[in-house]
């Protein structure tokens, strides 16, 4: 575990502004949520393994950021810095489904086991803090044809899925046995700038390497309701200043339907054009046909409003990659000149 020495905070001064801790608040949808809730007036501080460059949490909006496995130690190695926080958002753990099947032993310590260090963390330290967990659509599991209510049964059919169901019953246990207030969010398919993994990135991925045509799993009328994640960083935002009338858990999504075939069709517009693709027609085991959320849950939320667009954050998707694969181009020149450069010298030549 690494921590950084915290530089002479005053834990008083923190007691008139709300803080906040994020655990994972370096992946993709904790960056966002740091930058959101430091933007609405919070102390922001952050917890969890690292996956930015040194010192860059600050350009996030954290004040400071614990590093380590989400554990009673780190826990209260914030909370000996900060005191006890008014609002905990648990957005650690396993982020992938492929990875959780092929680990879930592993993958069930940092889900559910890091749960249960929050859980705990708040029943001792901080009886008034409200903890907000990041929960998956994945609990639902794959037996609805149309948008999910959130008083839909769950019953997941992946391992991701069962590590999240599993730790959102812990929480709902510690709220009925011990008081923990609490909200959940079963987000649906998130997107946007800083997500490296999943349909989108795989797609534009290949494109940038050549392959023509693209083959894809399934037949492409899969449908997904893609949430850009600045507007899911809001819902958190919303969340933390609603009062009781919001529903212990609600829907993370937009409650429009599109299909694998309508999104890579728009990726690839966006992209310029060109491309082709065509659907394999088989189905990987786990992956549900139809993900659509039923967001009438989020009503009550009069701060709540998905602003961005399809196509509006498909397009500043698409950006984002294009500027990474250039820099990942414009460095990997360099690396190789470099290299070449090393070379002659070894061989007694001069740069």
Same mark, same amino acid.
């Given at each position: 575990?690494?921590?950084?020495?915290?530089? #002479?905070?005053?834990?008083?001064?923190? $007691?008139? !502004?709300?803080?906040? /801790?994020?655990?994972?608040?370096?992946?993709?949808?904790?960056?966002?949520?740091?930058?959101?809730?430091?933007?609405?007036?919070?102390?922001?501080?952050?917890?969890?393994?690292?996956?930015?460059?040194?010192?860059?949490?600050? $350009?996030?909006?954290?004040?400071?950021?614990?590093?380590?496995?989400?554990?009673?130690?780190?826990?209260?190695?914030? /909370?000996?810095?900060?005191?006890?926080?008014?609002?905990?958002?648990?957005?650690?753990?396993?982020?992938?489904?492929?990875?959780?099947?092929?680990?879930?032993?592993?993958?069930?310590?940092?889900?559910?086991?890091?749960?249960?260090?929050?859980?705990?963390?708040?029943? !001792? =330290?901080?009886?008034?803090?409200?903890?907000?967990?990041?929960?998956? +659509?994945?609990?639902? #599991?794959?037996?609805?044809?149309?948008?999910?209510?959130?008083?839909?049964?769950?019953?997941?059919?992946?391992?991701?899925?069962?590590?999240?169901?599993?730790?959102? !019953?812990?929480?709902?246990?510690?709220?009925?046995? =011990?008081?923990?207030?609490?909200?959940?969010?079963?987000?649906?398919?998130?997107?946007?700038?800083?997500?490296?993994?999943?349909?989108?990135?795989? *797609?534009?991925?290949?494109?940038?390497?050549?392959?023509?045509?693209?083959?894809?799993?399934?037949?492409?009328?899969?449908?997904?309701?893609?949430?850009?994640?600045?507007?899911?960083?809001?819902?958190?935002?919303?969340? +933390?200043?609603?009062?009781?009338?919001?529903?212990?858990? *609600?829907?993370?999504?937009?409650?429009?339907?599109?299909?694998?075939?309508?999104?890579? $069709?728009?990726?690839?517009?966006?992209?310029?054009?060109?491309?082709?693709?065509?659907?394999?027609?088989?189905?990987?085991?786990?992956?549900?046909?139809?993900?659509?959320?039923?967001?009438?849950?989020?009503?009550?939320?009069?701060?709540?409003?998905?602003?961005?667009?399809?196509?509006?954050?498909?397009?500043?998707? *698409?950006?984002?990659?294009?500027?990474?694969?250039?820099?990942?181009?414009?460095?990997?020149? =360099?690396? *190789?000149?470099?290299?070449?450069?090393?070379?002659?010298?070894? !061989?007694?030549?001069?740069?």
């Amino acid at each position: 575990m690494e921590i950084s020495t915290i530089r #002479g905070v005053d834990i008083q001064m923190h $007691k008139k !502004q709300k803080t906040v /801790f994020v655990t994972g608040a370096e992946g993709f949808l904790g960056r966002y949520t740091t930058r959101a809730f430091h933007k609405a007036g919070w102390c922001v501080v952050g917890l969890g393994h690292a996956t930015l460059p040194a010192g860059e949490h600050t $350009k996030w909006g954290m004040e400071h950021m614990f590093h380590g496995d989400i554990s009673p130690m780190l826990l209260t190695s914030a /909370f000996d810095g900060y005191g006890a926080p008014d609002l905990l958002i648990h957005a650690a753990g396993a982020s992938s489904v492929r990875q959780a099947a092929s680990n879930p032993y592993a993958e069930l310590a940092l889900t559910v086991g890091s749960t249960a260090a929050v859980a705990d963390f708040i029943r !001792q =330290y901080a009886s008034g803090c409200t903890l907000i967990y990041i929960s998956s +659509a994945a609990v639902y #599991g794959c037996e609805w044809r149309e948008a999910i209510p959130i008083s839909a049964a769950t019953n997941p059919i992946s391992v991701y899925g069962l590590h999240k169901h599993m730790s959102e !019953q812990l929480i709902l246990g510690a709220g009925a046995i =011990y008081g923990l207030q609490h909200k959940i969010v079963r987000y649906f398919s998130l997107y946007g700038p800083g997500q490296s993994k999943q349909l989108l990135w795989d *797609v534009l991925r290949r494109v940038n390497n050549g392959e023509q045509p693209l083959e894809l799993g399934g037949n492409g009328e899969e449908t997904r309701d893609f949430l850009y994640v600045k507007d899911a960083a809001n819902l958190l935002i919303a969340l +933390a200043h609603a009062g009781n009338d919001v529903p212990t858990i *609600v829907n993370g999504g937009t409650g429009t339907a599109t299909t694998i075939s309508e999104m890579v $069709k728009l990726l690839l517009l966006e992209q310029g054009g060109g491309t082709d693709f065509y659907f394999t027609g088989q189905v990987r085991h786990g992956d549900p046909r139809d993900l659509v959320a039923d967001i009438s849950c989020l009503q009550s939320l009069p701060l709540y409003s998905p602003a961005w667009s399809l196509q509006a954050g498909v397009r500043a998707y *698409v950006d984002w990659v294009k500027q990474r694969i250039y820099n990942d181009t414009i460095v990997g020149a =360099y690396d *190789v000149k470099l290299g070449s450069l090393r070379l002659n010298t070894e !061989q007694g030549g001069t740069i």
